[in-house]
T-cell receptor, first 114, second 111 residues
Framework: NAGVTQTPKFQVLKTGQSMTLQCAQD?????MYWYRQDPGMGLRLIYY???????DKGEVPNGYNVSRLNKREFSLRLESAAPSQTSVYFC?????????????FGPGTRLTVL | SQQGEEDPQALSIQEGENATMNCSYK?????LQWYRQNSGRGLVHLIL?????REKHSGRLRVTLDTSKKSSSLLITASRAADTASYFC???????????FGKGTMLLVSP
């Protein structure tokens, strides 16, 4: 039981390049989330998926797209990376939506955009 | 502005001492959650306390919630070096379905 896994762990991009961050969970959770964490800051929600087939914007969605591929997988895409997107990205999942449950976090992807 | 804000920003104590961190928030909530983050790692859930609860315990952790003051505290008793981490409070605002995190308290426990 791996919990929440994220790939890659580290990535360096040049401005304008695109990439997709992958996230998978094996806990049969309905809801999944993408956050970013900047130095000295808490986590900020980028996008979330309350259930398979739905996605919604969070606090900082600009510059990102997401895909809930199936119940297990939720990917985050940067179409044209910018230096402001340098951050650590965390994926999380929870059994249900509505904020009633705890969230389980992956180990993070450290992204640098030059 | 942040919904939840932790205080202090940093705390340094000796092993065996108690550590208290506070969280204040602005609007009414459904629940408040505390998470721990070790350096370079993902967040780990510690305790969830609902708006109709006043106190919860889990091992050496004690969380209180005062909805009239819009504040919560996390007490770690008999701290260990392994408790060194950043601690975040997160709230679910009434009428919403997502967590909003504070900036965290960095706790350093020295042997």
């Amino acid at each position: 039981n791996a919990g929440v896994t994220q790939t890659p762990k580290f990535q360096v991009l040049k401005t304008g390049q695109s990439m997709t961050l992958q996230c998978a969970q094996d806990m049969n959770h309905n809801s999944m989330y993408w956050y970013r964490q900047d130095p000295g800051m808490g986590l900020r929600l980028i996008y979330y998926s309350a259930s398979e087939g739905t996605t919604d914007k969070g606090e900082v969605p600009n510059g990102y797209n997401v895909s809930r591929l199936n119940k297990r997988e939720f990917s985050l895409r940067l179409e044209s990376a910018a230096p402001s997107q340098t951050s650590v990205y965390f994926c999380a999942s929870s059994p249900t939506s509505g904020g009633r449950d705890t969230q389980y976090f992956g180990p993070g992807t450290r992204l640098t955009v030059l | 502005s942040q919904q939840g804000e932790e205080d202090p920003q940093a705390l340094s104590i000796q092993e065996g001492e108690n550590a208290t961190m506070n969280c204040s928030y602005k609007t009414s909530i459904n629940n408040l959650q505390w998470y721990r983050q070790n350096s370079g790692r993902g967040l780990v859930h510690l305790i969830l306390i609902r708006s109709n609860e006043r106190e919860k315990h889990s091992g050496r952790l004690r969380v209180t919630l005062d909805t009239s003051k819009k504040s919560s505290s996390l007490l770690i008793t008999a701290s260990r070096a392994a408790d060194t981490a950043s601690y975040f409070c997160a709230t679910v605002v009434s009428g919403y379905s997502t967590l909003t995190f504070g900036k965290g308290t960095m706790l350093l426990v020295s042997p």
